[in-house]
Each structure stands twice: as structure tokens, then as C-alpha cells.
Antibody, heavy 129, light 107 residues
Framework: EVQLVESGGGLVQPGRSLRLSCTAS????????MSWVRQAPGKGLEWVGF??????????EYAASVKGRFTISRDDSKSIAYLQMNSLKTEDTAVYYC????????????????????WGKGTTVTVSS | EIVMTQSPATLSVSPGERATLSCRAS??????LAWYQQKPGQAPRLLIY???TRATGIPARFSGSGSGTEFTLTISSLQSEDFAVYYC?????????FGPGTKVDIK
């Protein structure tokens, strides 16, 4: 069974750091890109960031709201993706979901894009003094 | 930045009826559009990708259509387990914006 399990959430003060982990099972982790998505209490979904597979350079993309503060990395030997969150703000309070990203070939533009096909159950991060 | 809008915000439907949800992008996203279902206290679940392809295990009563800037999710005959919030999301560029969601509740 394909599964993603997030961990590392908790209560943290503004300005501090926290690292989330996403442990994957049931598929070849190294073959896939991964993303993080968050959802503030009572709000909608916000994409946070993305990391390509090593075959495509393992490079990252970030939402403007977290760029320069958050870093995504991966350890394919352990099947884990990480979200390092620095300089946390109260507005970063949310449930953080890890997702597996699958490639989609768009025949209209002849390009490959990624959609989020598997989601973990999420871990809660609360930023408060 | 691409902005996604969804209408209506809330849709009240009786079980067995048809539900039609709309999603609009502020600029073309080609067919790079996904739909997700989220029930209270649960993670989102992928329903549709590529604007019209059902994800693995998704019942045939769910269908998606559209391209460019206008998209539709149709649930042909609502079942009790379909009452939830539905989000569209574009993955055509790196804003990867979600719409604000449509809540489908029981009429």
C-alpha cells in the first residue's frame, strides 16, 4: 500500500525553527518528486514547495510566502522528504501535508507537469508565543 | 500569478441528484488542472487530473471537463459519501494555486 506519514509537528515560538519529516512506503521513493501543502485552521489549501527526483536534479521550487525561510530536501536511502522551516511566523500555523507528485504529459504544450496523487494525513504546526 | 476561483461556494444537493462545480483560472492553464475532495478531519484525495482523467479507484460518477480557463467537475448521482469540500488546483506553473473550494452539502 502506498503511504506517506508526516511527523515532527508541534508548538513552536515565532522566530524559531522546526523540521518536518515525510516517510514514504509502498513505492520506489527515489523515482518520484514530492511536495508539501499546508492548510491553516478553517482555511483552504496552499502549496508550499516541491522537490524533483534525483534523476531530474533534485531541485526545488517554493511558494513566494515561504521562499528563503523554508527548505525541502530528501534522503532517498531512507525514503524520507524533509521540510525545514526557519524564522517561523504565526501565519505559518497549519496542518502540513506531504504529497507524492506524479508526472503528467500535456499534449497541448508538449511538456511534463506534476500533479499531487497521494497525500499523507498531515502533521499540525502551531506557531505561538 | 494565476488566481483560481470556484463557484458556487456552497452547493446544496439531494442524494441521487447531479452536482456541477465550476472552476476558473485567471489565465490559461491548458489541461493542467486537478480536482481534490476533502472530508472533515481528513487529507485531500485526488479525484481528477489532466482536467478529465479520473484517478485510480475513483468512481465513474465523477467526471471532469474543460481546458484553458474554464473547468467543470460533475458528480452524476450524489451518494452520501460525496458530501465534502472540493478544490480545483492548477499545476501549469509554480504558483500551483488552489481554488477556495466548493462545499457540497445535503439539501
Amino acid at each position: 500500500e502506498v503511504q506517506l506519514v508526516e511527523s515532527g509537528g508541534g508548538l513552536v515560538q515565532p522566530g524559531r525553527s522546526l523540521r518536518l519529516s515525510c516517510t514514504a512506503s509502498g513505492f520506489t521513493f527515489g523515482d518520484y518528486a514530492m511536495s508539501w501543502v499546508r492548510q491553516a485552521p478553517g482555511k483552504g489549501l496552499e502549496w508550499v514547495g516541491f522537490i524533483r527526483s534525483k534523476a531530474y536534479g533534485g531541485t526545488t521550487e517554493y511558494a513566494a510566502s515561504v521562499k528563503g525561510r523554508f527548505t525541502i530536501s530528501r534522503d532517498d536511502s531512507k525514503s524520507i522528504a524533509y521540510l525545514q522551516m526557519n524564522s517561523l511566523k504565526t501565519e505559518d500555523t497549519a496542518v502540513y501535508y506531504c504529497t507524492r507528485d506524479a508526472p503528467f504529459y500535456d499534449i497541448l504544450t508538449w511538456g511534463y507537469y506534476y500533479y499531487m496523487d497521494v497525500w499523507g494525513k498531515g502533521t499540525t504546526v502551531t506557531v505561538s508565543s | 500569478e494565476i488566481v483560481m476561483t470556484q463557484s458556487p461556494a456552497t452547493l446544496s444537493v439531494s442524494p441521487g441528484e447531479r452536482a456541477t462545480l465550476s472552476c476558473r483560472a485567471s489565465q490559461s492553464v491548458s489541461s493542467n488542472l486537478a480536482w481534490y475532495q476533502q472530508k472533515p478531519g481528513q487529507a485531500p484525495r485526488l479525484l481528477i487530473y489532466g482536467a478529465s482523467t479520473r484517478a485510480t479507484g475513483i468512481p465513474a460518477r465523477f467526471s471532469g471537463s474543460g481546458s484553458g480557463t474554464e473547468f467543470t467537475l460533475t458528480i452524476s448521482s450524489l451518494q452520501s459519501e460525496d458530501f465534502a469540500v472540493y478544490y480545483c488546483q492548477q499545476y501549469n506553473n509554480w504558483s500551483r494555486a488552489f481554488g477556495p473550494g466548493t462545499k457540497v452539502d445535503i439539501k
